[in-house]
């Protein structure tokens, strides 16, 4: 094999692609067209979404599980279904998609960014504790890339500030705190099952509790205010219709028989390529506490310490993708920077307080330095394969390593330094 470097004309690692999600096949199929040809397409017809949220909440070891229509609106009904008052303040990590803070936002409550600890890549509990003011209500806290947060950690202070947790799970299907479900570590857990999430069916989400107040809350929200003793054309409180389809409801059927295996592959292969990105100077996988008893690794995630290992991300990144690792550098900013929060562009969410909420003042350094220098994803897919894969993507870490001289020439010339 060449050992030039693929982005400066030599041979790249690797030549194949890795696995391509979803994953899907005759289950699929017979369960989807079963539910095609039956005519019963909406959850109120059908038993599909029934049978998964039933399935889903077990597997969690949950009594309820009520499938709404994505991971945002489901995080956004969770807020609603507790009853907080407007304007309540919720804490949230600034590492993390969009949604985890617009749907605060949407729920007519204002999130606080609190920052993440650098090696776990998840809310620190302790920055979470000194965000705490005396209108704070809720904390949620990601299992970011599929990695639990520290809730044993954020529990305690919760419950000591009396604060509502929702997880959110929407990367965490499968994964394990203390061989506790996450999912099933707080009041309300959501999910998603967009489509690249480790279970999906396009576009869904669950929300899972064992709470029977707040599940009954949720169940009316997510079927426009309706109570179960109600007659039909009898509305409750304020909301819509976010029910999931039977069809979203059959695939998910299909894909959940699959999980387990595919979890334990994941969670195989994250751990091996960990241990052995470890090795090399200034390579940080995301570091496993001993609570994690497993990984969901919807994400791998590695921070680079450009001096440490002497290139910058920007040509690192670059260099992986040539030698045929599917790789990027994650989010651009952390969230509270996003145009939506600097402009306070709420619509009519908020609109009472929004001039006094500054988030050009917010200071999340670590968030930052993850996005702005050193974080670098991996895709799920890729830890669906067999070892040769792992092999692969190590080797081609290795190799712009070994070349990493030629690479910094590149990347002055390119610029990207
Ligand atoms: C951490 C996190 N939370 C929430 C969501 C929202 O889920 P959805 O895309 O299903 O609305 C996503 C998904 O993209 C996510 O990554």
């Not at 994964?175 to 967009?194: C, H, I, V």
């Not at 998910?252 to 994250?270: C, F, I, P, V």
């Not at 040509?315 to 306070?344: D, I, K, T």
């Not at 994803?377 to 870490?397: K, N, P, S, T």
Request: aromatic share 8%.
């Amino acid at each position: 094999m060449s050992q030039h470097l693929a982005l400066l004309g030599g041979r790249p690692v690797r030549e194949r692609p890795f696995t391509s999600w979803p994953i899907f096949g005759e289950p699929e199929e017979a369960r989807v067209l079963a539910a095609l040809r039956s005519g019963r397409w909406g959850r109120l017809d059908g038993n599909e979404v029934n049978e998964f949220e039933k399935r889903f909440a077990a597997m969690h070891g949950c009594q309820h599980g009520i499938a709404i229509v994505n991971g945002t609106v489901s995080l956004r009904l969770g807020l609603i279904a507790a009853g907080l008052e407007a304007e309540s303040e919720v804490i949230v990590p600034p590492y993390t998609f969009f949604s985890t803070a617009s749907a605060v936002v949407e729920a007519n409550m204002v999130p606080v960014f609190a920052d993440i600890d650098l090696n776990t890549f998840n809310l620190d509990p302790k920055a979470m504790e000194a965000a705490i003011t005396p209108r704070t209500r809720a904390v949620i806290p990601v299992h970011f890339a599929g990695q639990p947060a520290d809730m044993d950690a954020i529990m305690a202070i919760a419950r000591k500030h009396k604060l509502l947790v929702i997880e959110d799970a929407a990367h965490a299907h499968g994964a394990s705190y203390k061989n506790r479900p996450a999912g099933s570590l707080a009041d309300m857990a959501s999910f998603s099952f967009q489509s690249s999430k480790n279970l999906t069916c396009g576009e869904g989400g669950l929300i899972t509790t064992n709470d029977s107040q707040l599940a009954a809350s949720c169940r009316s929200l997510h079927n426009c205010g309706r109570i179960p003793t109600g007659v039909w054309y009898e509305h409750h409180v304020i909301s819509g219709n976010y029910r999931l389809g039977e069809l979203q409801g059959a695939l998910l059927n299909a894909q959940l028989d699959r999980l387990e295996d595919q979890t334990k592959t994941r969670d195989r292969n994250g751990q091996q390529l960990a241990g052995r990105l470890a090795n090399l100077p200034g390579l940080h996988p995301q570091l496993r506490p001993d609570f994690c008893t497993r990984h969901a690794y919807h994400l791998f995630m590695l921070r680079i310490d450009g001096q440490k290992f002497g290139a910058p991300r920007a040509a690192v990144v670059a260099a992986l993708r040539a030698e045929g690792v599917p790789c990027s550098p994650g989010y651009g900013f952390s969230l509270h920077l996003q145009p939506m929060f600097r402009n306070r562009a709420f619509g009519p969410y908020l609109a009472g307080i929004k001039d006094r909420l500054d988030y050009e003042q917010v200071q999340c350094p670590k968030s930052d330095v993850l996005c702005r220098e050193q974080a670098v994803w991996l895709e799920q897919g890729i830890f669906l394969g067999e070892r040769e894969d792992i092999d692969d993507v190590y080797r081609a870490f290795e190799k712009v390593y070994d070349q990493r001289a030629a690479l910094v020439d590149w990347s002055r010339r390119e610029g990207t330094e």
